[in-house]
């Protein structure tokens, strides 16, 4: 069965600092997507930033990019310049063939002025 | 374009009684989802459709039902409300990059 793993409930970071949130998967599909969605306190997710698993190179959203290790299976977030408003939950999930995301249990950022 | 609508936004359930979430989407997504998602956790799926008049299953699916009887609209109904499904519910469409966009959210108490 496929699982998403966040190992990290809370995090914080200074303002401008980098952080990076972990997130490791178990699958044994081959082609599959993975996606970090932040969570603020209104509730709405949004989505941050997405993978390919066929596409070798990291993507990168302005101050988000990822650390994509297939072989590792491992799928993580680094934050650059934090910013206050980048204090949230943040969700990493994945989706394979059937249309079922699954999501992680989240981290919380809390980003010190 | 108002992307995912969820109505309500809030509500109190008895126990035992019975009510229906609202979602439609504006962006003729085929895929819909379900979820809820309990203090502290991450999301677990309830239902799933990945076009009209067809559902699925997902990981929590007692005590709910769907229908998907159009591409805009996919309507989550709880049937005899137990304090269990005390949650926040979310709405999602499925886009073209395989992303979701969730709903604002539907906080449902049960007491």
């Known amino acids: 069965a496929q699982t998403v793993t966040q190992s990290q409930p809370e995090m914080s970071v200074q303002e401008a600092e980098t952080v990076t949130l972990s997130c490791t998967y178990d699958?044994?599909?081959?082609?599959?997507?993975l996606f970090w969605y932040k969570q603020p306190p209104s509730r709405q997710m949004i989505l941050v930033i997405r993978?390919?698993?066929?596409?070798?190179q990291n993507a990168t959203e302005n101050r988000f990019s990822v650390n994509f290790q297939k072989a590792a299976k491992s799928f993580s977030l680094k934050i650059s310049d934090s910013q206050l408003g980048d204090a949230a939950m943040y969700f990493c999930?994945?989706?394979?063939?059937?249309?079922?995301?699954?999501f992680g249990t989240g981290t919380r950022l809390k980003v010190l002025a | 374009n108002a992307g995912v609508t969820q109505t309500p936004k809030f509500r109190i359930l008895k126990i035992g009684q019975s009510m229906t979430l609202q979602c439609a989407q504006d962006?003729?997504?085929?895929?819909m989802y379900w979820y809820r998602q309990d203090p502290g956790m991450g999301l677990k799926l309830i239902y799933y459709?990945?076009?009209?008049?067809?559902?699925d299953k997902g990981e929590v699916p007692n005590g709910y039902n769907v229908s998907r009887s159009t591409t805009e609209d996919f309507p989550l109904r709880l049937e005899l409300a137990a304090p269990s499904q005390t949650s926040v519910y979310f709405c999602?469409?499925?886009?073209?990059?395989?992303?979701?966009?969730f709903g604002p959210g539907t906080r449902l108490t049960v007491l």
């Open positions: 999602a469409s499925g886009g073209t990059y395989n992303e979701q966009f």
């Open positions: 699958t044994s599909e081959s082609d599959y997507y």
């Open positions: 993978q390919e698993a066929y596409k070798q």
């Open positions: 999930a994945y989706r394979a063939g059937t249309y079922k995301y699954i």
């Open positions: 962006m003729n997504h085929n895929y």
């Open positions: 459709s990945v076009g009209a008049g067809i559902t």
